[in-house]
Structure formats: structure tokens, C-alpha cells
């Protein structure tokens, strides 16, 4: 069912439901510097993931506050000289799970980087990297871990992990500093967002129904988790309601794409009730690099599937060959 | 629908799921110990409820690691020297909300002291205490947090929060402290168990419903959350299903249940899927000090309801009059 | 989520499904003028709740056709004088329960007489109260019965109960007939509205997420019961629901919104579908006396929770110091 | 699913859930008593319900309490003599609908009665007649009204107006008062039983997968309406649920069933949640006539479905020709 | 819940979500001609339905390719000369069932067809005739069978057989082939309305809740099933959706009712999520013959229920007495 | 929940619902040397899928009857000589999808080979096939087309395609004909069974959590699909069970499992309600080969996820080097 507007009416909406706070360049300008102070330190440990094609490297680099934050590097076996690499994000509540899961792209004949999510990788797929940032009362999930001050909101962590894990694939000789892209679905394309929006140093951002954008809107049309849980949240602290939306201005899609300089390649799926629409073309009508939108009438929040992972390695190819 | 054990059943039931921990006594005597390096330094602080016919007082005191644990002690207005006490925990996902939701035991003429549960506080009544404690990787919820390590987990630091709210109740003087009672319903009910069979100088632990007991048959016989947000972490950290067992054993309420010298009170109800009888029989068949036990044949997790307090204020009556 | 209208056009939103009766008034002095043939004759027994704040009184008095209607009254121990009084109704398919569920007004300081409600009672809380009106064709539930003709319907026999209700506690020695509010959520709120048009003595009606207003607009925009219950009876009686929407239009809380002269003090959840925001803002938007509305954006059914209780304290103690 | 014992174990089932009231017989010998002092009265309209191949009659006659119950009567037009005849209660919720939804046994050749359930008739199939009873705190339905005292249970009224049905059916000239059988499904079968328990003057009853028997098994086996209604009563008021059991032991099938004397033809469906395989068996296991059981192994609730009809007219065949 | 446009909507809708295919005209012609090469050739063979008021005739035809297509032929008993007659198409997964199944209209007098639909009759009534046609790659159902290429799809080879149905019946000495009605509800509706738009000859088309009508904007607005199969198939095909449209373009109800010459006599549900109101409006708002629509603005997809069956017959009796 | 029997309950398991017919190996052997007499002419044809590190071969066979059956064939671009295969099947309303969907095996060393499945391929993941033997009423699904006779079922066809997909394989010459072992989960573990039971010159079978086996128990202890499909179908064709059962009776994994003399490399998940673990453990148990089995205690339809692939390939390292 196509709940949300209609597609000319998503290709001209322009998100209004809160204004940008006046520090948010101030908030993340702090945030990256002070991050800074430790050194990204990436590891990268030979993984047999008992596998013939791929190389496959344990990574481990510091995050926010220094925190070790896992990944996998998987690299094609008959390789030469530094690649175009695309590094990866993963949904909500997924963590980086085994090397096998993730071939498509190396298997494409790129270097592929698979970041971790914090405290994640329990509900579908497993992670191995815990968040040991601090935790207001919270309604169970992330997304309202932290929400009563911007400097403890849990994205506040992972974003800077995302902005990271750019420099930790860096890192590594195979993999060519200056073609990068960053990609994921979902919660992984809200990293790819905020990512594009934070460096101007990667060539493309392709997140796919991506979440975290235009959150007063995402909550006013849709009963679907993970928005649902701010919802519970302001339902339960009836009286904080505000100054949790006061923090989330600092971590909306929005104000994150309109930084953008990169590349942009969108999707979006028209059914899809946990990622509606016009809450990602509120995000891609405001990028400010070149951008497109694939669109899928009939998906929900699967989105293209595999068609996603073909538009994706076509982008590549094209921006990297 | 009684999908348990019969009645029968039940009374004779014995948990043979997991062998206890050799070094169960060994894990809290440490645990209680570092946590005392660390005064409880409870303040009360006069708070405003627009309320007449009782006192109320914002309570603060330091719980594990010394984390600063919030809670409301409510007195009645009209007192004359220091009272019998009933000191309340709280089911999973709630917090200490407003005095007014908590009239009960004070308007029965007993001093009532309401600890909040730290990180809690957001799915349905409303919690003020984070949970500063590092966190891995985990299903959305408290049961998982930390389930790798005994030291790491979640409950590690909720118990010994409620083991010391009895201390930190006892600092008022308007609490007699040789007259004191735990209770709760459901995970309240489950930290009423565990500071029954830790601490030796209370009169009687009253658990509703309660929680966290016989984990390897509670997971086995139910679909229904929390029990199920273990299944959800073991389903994906198919590996570790055991390691986790291995920590879930140094917080299973039978063990503590063995140990306590007060009088347990407990209440069972008999079609509950959420703390499935069985492993509330679990729990209070084990029980070392006189015991007994309310059955309400029809009801779900709502256990007693309004009755299960009734016969609360009539527990205290019979032990302090 | 927020499905019904914005909040721009809830304040200005004017209910248009259905005339008023032309003899609506007509209709409601014929009604209560036959009721006061049988005196209230409130009786009020000294009730040994377990509490000591508070003393309890256990209620008859006669409601319409003269049957017995069962309540509470709660008064603070420590009184001297008539009190300030509040009286209350209760929710869809719940009962009087036990005085210790309602000890947040008289500990207060506030006498609180709770009326219980005829024939329901058993779905969530207890009651004590038959209904033993002539019963015609009904879908299960209440709100169905006799709804074939005005006289006969369901809520017509229970607004007198909650009108007589009033007069009920004005009976007792220690309630100040002349500083009386009413109360409810829910039904109650509904109750709280038709009492508030019916009677021009009492000071305030503070009505929470009431129901039974703006019937046709609720049956098209919600799936929720009770609503639905009238859906399933017309929908079953396809010839018969005209006839049916004939008899609600005597009962639609606009209709007493538009005739109270005291002050009203609503409540109103923006993500309620079971009494839908519109609903209640059609009978706020045309209450008559002095009004006002508190809005809770993120919130269901449960509205305000313990803030509505918190708002009522506080509107009592403007009220009436 | 076949989620109740095996067919084995059914056929072999004795239930003992309850002891039977010494006092069963002396109250239904009272009950009926005091019905026969209202003479049964039927009266038939002819109504044109635009057939040609039937006759249709508009029925009304006294019931319990000389309270106007309504029916069909529907006739082949083409007969000679008197017929017989087949009396038809109504599952529940449901009420006697059109003419055109019966025309299956009038169309075998048979006189068709069907009567109308009194305050029923609204969830799914129109009803025409109230229910006048007095009724007591109950769950919206039927199954819980009056369920503190047999005289006032809402099934003490509807058994007798089954009862009665047969006089009414026999009133009628086209109808051979001495080849009657009864029959109906669910609701329909559990007064079919009682009224086969009841009359010595009757062919056969024939039960299909019939409610109301075996009430303690029924409330621990299944969670589904009508029989959770009864557990959802007992869940509120829980300091009553066993008087409301020695209530319903005045009107459990399994009683009934012991003291019939004519055919009994059952079916049964072992997939059936809302009147479970085992108490259906408790019923048929002691009918006290000739009986058989039909079993339909994969459905549930629908049982035969119009095979129960088609086995329905054979049994009839065989009795009457 | 009325989801859909508002009525005075309703009554001006026209459906613009896909042009018309400018070879319609011809397809069908070529279809009907490729089906004309095989004579209907009905058999009837009388069928003891241990019925008494109606002659039962079990029907065979060949039907799209020539294929067995089963069917029941019921006849008032008592008659004289061709009847008028009304051939009914059965709705989605039905099948023919018993003839005590379907009395309504032999009983009111007339000659009654129903044709079973091929490979349906397994999911709530039974049926009795393969569907031999090639399947592609289809969603479990059968509305995305063969949906690449109109020759094959699935509803080519029904509405064939629907529009031979009439010539089967025809056949019969005791039906006057100048007096025949067709109707269905749901897919029985949009047989009914094909039929009405491909055939001549016909005096009406009762149509009830017709499906198959506006797909495009029928899978927009709803989630429930039939329509969301095609949803599913086009999420998985996500590249071949156009295609799969441009198929259906050929089936699309409006085209046929704007053909369509006969009286037309619709039935709408308002609350009907699986047959859309607006999609059975885009169908009756184009009928070129006379029209009509019942409306019930509280039914789901149930629709008029008996009220339909009434209906149906007094438009048989105002047309052919 | 562990709803089945208990582990050791399981290891000691004889299913004994129905008996083998039989004319079972005739019924295979007239079956398959009737495919024989098409030729499987398995054509690859190199395919673009933008990968680098694997080669890609669209392919297509002749399955049963001669129809064309799609696969994929994935080889390591860097290999030499004929490599050690896995031929792969899928599960219920899957297809073969795009080629970036299948890389483990292949990027594991090994050649590849994914069998599309007939008339699927629309629910979850693309497919290309279509099924074009006739089709009897059926429950939408693939599981009762077909039923009341074993030469018409549905699965006939399929275990057929299976079969030949061997031959096809095999054709290719990068694959080493002696060196085969068979794949799949769910209804791709069905057809590994029904394969390893009916060749004797393939290495191993290794079905995860397989599908269709033990049918007569499965029916009784799960409702989930697709078994409930075949509920389904009995439910409706009631007098047609036991000659639905009947045709079973050829399909069922147990009977295969009997016949193998491969390794069978099982695994099997114990909260699986869709292939419950007693009717894998059913086939499992009666393997004739080696067998050994792995268990997902904790995981329902996933089973062991990408464990589950890891274990394949180290059941394929430990054959084939």
C-alpha cells in the first residue's frame, strides 16, 4: 500500500519539521576534533573464512572515544595494485556477521569494508563490538539510547565509528584512498547520509531506503520500529518530548545531505513503512552533490534487494571503472 | 490457556536445567564486597507531589560502581517514630514514575521506598537513572546486555542496586530498619528473590510473578518476551548459546531462592506466558525460609492484580502489625 | 502515529455528521424527571480497606429505574469539614475494583467518590453493579444495547446514573455540595461531558480522551472498540443502522459539550485510535463554559497517564484551593 | 494443529473437571415448572421472503419468562400432511438472519424451525429478539451474564426457550409433533444437547461440534472466545471465579447428555480451538442413547461445514423416511 | 473504517491509472473466436443432492481450450417451460460445493447455473475442475499466473470459460436463453462484469463487490490479498512490474463495463479492503448500460450479505417477472 | 519455544503415520525412466552479472517432461581442471534469482550449480521457470497441486528437475562428475533427500532443516505453511483426505532417506515450526548412509543461517579436498 504522498508529491517535498539547530556545524566540528585525538589505528588480521576467491582481513580501529570498533576487510584474491573501494554500514540491530555473507562487492573486483555496529549484531546477523558509552533511560532498541543530550545520544558515537571506519579502510595498502564510497541499507544508509555529509573526501554516498531523516514526520506517519521507539519513548517521558527532538536535530538526514558534495545515489521504496518515503526524499531533495533516486513502487522497506547490490557495483564502475 | 504443568506438577516441580556455578557464593561475595568500597550515601530531598496525606522524598543513592540510583520514599503524613517498611522494585521496562502512581503501602501506614531500575524507565512508566555500565553487543532490552561475562552483565549491577536500596531505605529515620520487606512484581519480583537470598537482615520478600528463574526451561516453554529476547540472542549468536547460559546461572532466582532465611510470600499465576509458572514454582519450591504461595488459576502476567497488593499490606500486618 | 487530522485542524473542527435531535432537551428533562421520582437515598458504609490516610465508605444509591448503583467515597483520615469533591466515572468495560486503586485524590486531599458502572466491570477491573435493563439485539459489549430506540439504549440508564451520581455524594456529611468537579477517562470522560451539559451546579468536568462523541466521524475513521462495536451492528443489521445513528444522536457528547456553562478541562491523544482526536476536539471545540485542552502528541489511548491525574490535582487546587 | 488429545484418547475420555450439582435435576424440574406456568403461544405469520418452492412462517412464542422469542418456520410448499420436522439452534452471536439463509432441510422435504437467540443476533446474522434478563457484571458476550447464580445465568433463559421451541414447532399443523429432531452447530449443538437431555419426547438431537460442555477442561485448553470469555471473567474477579464454576456445572452438556435418551449424532472437529475435540467427547462419550460421532480430522471450528448438513439430512432419512 | 474516497468521491471517480491497450477490442475477439472452435457441448446428468423441492443436474462444458469445466444446474421441482435464469460465478478459491449450497434462486423460482472455476475450489468450498493452462512463475495464488503475457494468463482462460457458461447453460430445454442474468460476488462480480462487457445478449449483470477491476490504483491503496499478490509479484519481478501491468490492462474490469450494454446492478462495500469502493466505482461508473449500486457503508468485504441475495432476486423479478 | 518432542525424544524417533505404498520404487522407477527418454541437453550460455572473480553460466535442462528448467552455474575464474561441485535446490516460492546472491560456494572453490524451481520464484526471490503440468483445485501454493493423484502432484514433477539437475551439472566441463554432492534448506533440503535417495553416484546429501517429511505428523503439530496448505485442502475437500495422504505417501523424505547410501550431512532447528524438528529427525534417523546432524536449539525456519554454509563448506572441504 502506498501510504505515504504521491511520487510528484515526494519529488518536490522539502522537509519542515524542525528547524536546524544554529550549532550543528559547531556540534560535529567538536565532535570529529575530538575524536581526533586518538589516532584511527586500524588492524587488519589475515581471517580464514575458509574462502579461495577473497582475501578476508579481522579489522579493528578506534572509534568514538577510542572505542575498538570491528569490521571485516575482503579483498578480491587475484588483486594488483591499490582498489576502488566501497565501505559498508549495516541495518539496525545487525552486526557484521561472517565474511561469506558479504561477496557481492568483492567479487565485483572492489575492496570492500564492513563496519561493525556497536552494541548491534544481536537481533539478524552478529556483531562482536560493544558500546560502552553511557545509557539514560531508554526504550529497548538504540534509537533512544542517550536522547536527553546530543553528546550522549548513541548516534553521537556510531556516526563518528562511520566517519572513521572511511579512515581504517584508508589504511590499508590495497585500498586506493581517493576512490571510496560508502554505501549500506537502512540504518547503513543513514551512516552513508551522515558520512557524505561529513567528508568531502569520498567520491559517492549510495544508501538505500535509508532511516534517520525528517524524524518529526517519520513518527507522524508511521507505527513501524525503529521510529516507533522514540514514539514510546516521548509516550512514556510525556514531559521530555521536545528535548528529545532538540537532540535529534542534531543527527537528521537532512541537515547531513544539504552538506553533501559527493555523489548521491538514492533509493527508496514506496511501501515501505519503516523508512517512508518522503522521509528519504527528504533527505535526497536536498543533496547538494549531484544525486538520483532508484524507485521501487511496490517494495517495502526491502527495497531493490539485489537490484540494489547491481546499482550499486554499476556506480562503481562508472565513478571507478 | 494453562500451557504449563498442572497444579500437581508444579508443586512437586524441581529446575534441573543448569548445574549451579561452584562459585556462585564466591561471584556475589566479591561483587557485594567491591561495591562496598563505595558508600550508599542516600540523600532525601523534600519533593513536592501535590499530595496531603503523605511525605514524599526524592531519593538518591549509590548503587553498583557507585552509580548514582534514583528512587521516591513515601511516608505517611501522620507518623509518629520509625516504621515498617516494604521497599519496591519494578517490572521490565518501567521506572519510578510519579509518587501518585505508588499509594498503596503508605496509605496502609507503612514507610514505602520505590527504587528505579537504571536504563529502564521508558517503555511504560517513566525511569531518571542511566545505566553507565559498558554494553555488548545485544538484543534490544536489559536480559542481554552484557550476557557474555557474568561481570558484564546487566543484572550484575541491577541486583547489587537492589540489594543496596534495602541499605539505603534504612538510612531514614523514619525506617525501622530491623522491620523491612522486599517486593515486586515480575522483574521486581525477581530482585525481591535475589536480595532474599542475599541478604539475611530483612523479614520477608513478597515476588509477584516473578522473573528471571529456570531460564533453560523458560526459554524452552515460552514465545513471549523478555524470556524470548534471550532466545533472539542465542538464535543469533548461534555459537555462544552456552556461554551465555554459563552467565545467565549466577542470576538465576532458584540459587538465591536456596539461600534465603526470610519469608517468602510469592504469588503464581497459572496462564501466564510472560514468567511461565513453572519457573516461578522453580524458584519458590526452593525456597529455604518458611514459604507460601498465591495461585490465581485464570490470570496471565497481570498475576493478583489489585489482590496480590491486599494481600501485601496483609503480609505486613501479620509480621509488624 | 497521527492519522487523524492535523493539529491546525483539530482546533478548528467542527463536527457536522448528524443533526441534533429537535427534541434532545425534551428528551433529557423527560428522562431525568422520571429518574428523580425514585429519591438517590445514598447509603455509605464504613469500609475496612487495609488503609489509614484514608477512611472508606462502600456507596449504594439508586441510579436510573431506581436500581442500586455501587461506589466509593475516600476521604483523608485528617479532614475537619466538607471537602472540595471529585467525582469520577470509569473507563469501558471496568468496574469500582478496590479502594486502594484510587488513592491518588483523596491523598490529595480531596473527598473522591467512584461510581460504578452497570453491568460492566469485568474486563479489567471489577464491579459490583448489575444492569438490569431490557437487552435487545447486541453485538458484544455495551454500547450496542437497546440502541434501536433512545429509551431503551444503554447509556441512557447510565448518564442518569452518573447525573444522580453527583446528588450521591452531595449526600454525605463531609462533601461541600456547592465545590464539586467530575472526571473520567475514557467512558468516564464521556460521562464527565453529559454530565457537565446536564447539570449547571457543579464547578468543573475535566474529561480525559472522553468517548461517545462525533459517532459518525468516529465509525468511519476508526477499527477500533468500542467504536467498532457500532460498525459490527450495523454492518450485521445493514437495514437497520440509520435507525441506529437516530438513537446515538441523543447521546453524542457535542450535543452536552455545547449546553455546559462550567469549566472544562480536556485532554486529548493525538495517536489515540480508540477515542480519536477529532472526536474529543468536536465536543472541546463547542464545550460552552470556560475551557481548555491538554494535548499529548505521542501518545494512544493511555493519554496523559499520571499527568492527567497530576492536571486534575492541579486544576482542583485552582479551583478550590 | 491438533493441539488436544488423540483420537484414542478421546474416544476413551471421561470428564471430571467438576462434581454435578445433587440438586441438577431438582433445578432444571423448577426451572421448567415455572416456565410452563406462561403457555408457549406460537404464533405464524406467513411472510413473503419472495420464494416459491418453501412457505415461510414469521414465529413468535414465549419463552423463559413469557419473554416473545422469534423463528422461522419454513415449509416445502409442495406437502401433504404432516411433516417431519427439524429444530435448529444458532451459534453463538449470530440470530435467525433471512429465510433464504435455511433453505437447505425444508428443500430435503423436511419442516424447517428455526429459532432466534434471544439478545444475540448482531455479530454475524441478524436477530429479532431481546433479552430481558437481568444482568450482572459481565464480559461484553453472553457467556459471563449472570454467572454468579444459576437463576440468573443468561443460558438458564436461552436453555428454556430451546426447550419451548419444540411445543412451538409442534404448535403448528404442518408439523408431526412426533417425528421432531433438533440440531444446530456450536452454540446451536450445546442447546441441542440440553434440550436432548432434557425431552423424552424428541427422535434425535444432533449436535454439531458443540460449545458449553466440559467447562474446566475447555477454560485450561483454549484461548479462544467464547470459552476465554469465562476465563477473561474470572481473571477480574478473582476471588469469585468459583462460584462462577458452580454456576456453569448447572449447565454443562455433559450432564445433559448423561440423562438423553434419543439418538444422539455428533460431530466433531479435531482441529477446533473454540469448542475442543475432548469436550465435545465429554458430551458424546456419555450420551445416554444410541449415539455415533462424526470426525472431521483437519478442520477446526467449521467442522463438516455443508457435509455436516448433508450427513444431517440422512440421519434424518433414516429416522423419518 | 471508510479508508477510501469520501462517497460524492466515489460517485465521480473515474480510474485513469492505466490507458486502455488499443488492441483490446481484439484480443478479446481473437480469444473468443480461438474458443469458438470447440462447441460448448454441456452435459447434464441428474444428481441426487437428497433434495426434494429442486432437480440437481451435475454440468459439464468445454470451457478456455476446450478444457472439462464442472458446474451444477438447479431447477425448481415444480416447473413448467424455460425459466428465466441466473448464472453464478463463485468467488476467490471457492469452488462449487454442494448444491444445498447454493437454493436461494431455484427456490425463488428459477433456473440457477453456477460454474465452478478451474483450479480454484480448495481454499473454502470445493471444486472439481484442473486448470491444464501453463504457470508461470506466480505468487501462491492464482491471480499472478501466467501474468507476463496476456495469452496466458489466468483470467484469460476463466473469463472464457465465464462467457461460455451462458452458452452451457442455454443448452439446457428448461432455460430461456433470452432471459439470463449473470452475478458473482468478488471474482464471482468482475466474471459477472466481463461477461456483461463481452456478451450481447444477456438481460442483466449483478455484480457484488466486484474484484479485478482498477488494478493499478487497487494495489495503492490496499494491503490485503487478492490484490497483493500482484503487490508480491511485482516486489520480486521488481524489473517486470510494467510488464505484468500491461497484462492485466487486458482483464481490467472498467474496459469491460464501458462495453457493456445490459442492465447493470452493482453492489459496494465501504469499509471493504479487499475490493476496494473507489475500484468497484471506477467499474460502475463507465457501465454503458443502465446501472445501479447498492451501497453498505459498514460491511468489509461480506457486502450485502443475504441483503445481496434479496436484492438479486427483485432485480430477476422486475426483469423477468 | 520448543514445542516438539524433547532431544532425546528426537534421537530416538520412528515416524510411523502412514505406510510406504508398495509400489513406491516402481512408482520412482516408471517415473524417472519415463524423464529419461528426453534427453537433460543442459546448454550454458556465459552471463554478465558484473562480477570478476567467478564465471557465470545461464543454463537450461530438460527436467521432467521435457520442460525447460533455468539454473546458474558459478565456477571460480581462476581454476584448472574440473572442479569438486554443489548442486543447490531452494525453498518454498523462491527462485534461482540473480547470480551476486549465490557467491559462498563458488568463492569456497567449488563449481556451483543452482536449480531453478518451477512455477516458484515470485514470493522471495526471482524465478524464471514455469510449471506447465496440469493442475488440479488447489490451495494457493505449490503443495496440493496435484494431489489426488501421484502422477499429477506437483512434487513429481520437481524431484524430477531435481534429478536431472544432477545430469546437467554434470554436463559441464569444469564439473567433476564424480565428485557431486546435493543442497538446499527448506524444500531445498526436500528435493537433497529425495535426491539422495533416489541416486547412487553422488557423494553426499546435505539438507538444512528440509521440508516434506513425516507429512501425517507434520500436519498435526504445526499450523504454519506450507504444511498447513495441506490442511488447507482437507479442511475443504473433506471427504478427500485420505486420498490426498495417499499421494503423499510417494513424496515423503523418510521413504528416500531409507533408499540413500550417500552422507547425509542433516541440520535441524528446535524451534522450527515450519519443518518441525520431528519430522527432519524422522528422515534423518532412517538415513541408510553415514549421517550426522546438526541442531540449532535455539532457532526456528533460519536454522543455523550462515552457519549452516560454513558447515557445508567443511563438509565439501573434508570430501573433496
Redesign the interface.
Known amino acids: ?2 501510504f505515504d504522498l504521491s511520487l510528484d508529491e515526494l519529488a518536490a517535498y522539502r522537509y519542515d519539521g524542525e528547524p536546524e539547530p544554529s550549532d550543528f556545524d559547531a556540534f560535529w566540528s567538536r565532535t570529529l576534533a575530538e575524536a581526533a585525538s586518538v589516532p584511527v589505528a586500524a588492524s587488519f588480521t589475515p581471517y580464514d573464512a ?5 582475501d578476508v582481513f579481522d579489522v579493528t580501529f578506534a572509534g568514538f572515544g577510542g572505542d575498538p570498533i570491528k569490521g571485516w576487510l575482503i579483498l ?3 588483486r594488483s595494485g591499490p582498489l576502488p573501494t566501497i565501505v559498508e554500514y549495516i541495518g539496525y ?1 545487525g ?1 557484521r ?2 565474511p ?2 558479504w ?2 562487492y ?4 572492489y575492496a570492500h569494508f564492513v563496519m561493525d555496529t556497536r ?24 534509537v ?1 539510547r542517550g536522547i536527553l543530550d546530543p553528546d550522549d545520544y548513541y548516534y553521537r558515537r556510531l556516526y563518528v565509528d562511520a566517519y572513521r571506519a572511511v579512515d581504517a579502510a584508508a589504511a590499508h595498502p590495497s585500498v586506493d584512498a581517493s576512490r571510496i564510497a560508502v554505501t549500506g541499507r537502512s540504518q547503513g544508509g543513514a551512516l552513508s547520509v551522515a558520512v557524505g555529509g561529513l567528508r568531502h573526501d569520498i567520491a559517492a554516498a549510495i544508501p538505500h531506503v535509508p532511516f534517520l531523516s525528517a524524524f518529526r514526520r517519520a ?5 513501524a520500529n525503529p521510529y516507533a521507539e522514540i ?9 521530555k ?1 521536545e528535548q528529545a527532538f532538540a537532540t535529534l536535530a542534531y543527527f537528521d538526514g537532512t541537515s547531513f545531505a544539504s552538506r553533501a558534495t559527493c555523489f548521491g545515489s538514492f533509493s527508496v521504496a514506496l ?1 515501505d513503512p519503516i523508512c517512508p518515503p518522503s522521509t528519504v526524499y527528504a533527505a535526497h531533495n536536498v543533496w547538494a552533490g549531484f544525486r538520483e533516486i532508484a524507485v ?5 522497506h ?1 527495497g ?4 540494489d ?2 546499482r550499486t ?2 556506480v562503481l ?1 562508472e565513478l571507478f571503472g
Chains 1, 2, 3, 4, 5, 6 share one sequence.
Open positions: 500500500m502506498q575458509l574462502l579461495r576467491t577473497v578480491p584474491a587475484d540491530g552486526g556477521g561472517e561469506l555473507e561477496l557481492a568483492a567479487s565485483a573486483g552494541g548491534q549484531g544481536s537481533t539478524w546477523r552478529t556483531g562482536d563490538t560493544p558500546d560502552p558509552g553511557a545509557s539514560g533511560p531508554a526504550v529497548p532498541g538504540y533512544t513518527v507522524q506517519i508511521t507505527d514514539v514510546r519513548w516521548c509516550a512514556t517521558h510525556r514531559t518530548a511501501m521501487w513502487p511496490f517494495n517495502d526491502d531493490g534487494g539485489p537490484e547490490q547491481i557495483i554499476k564502475r
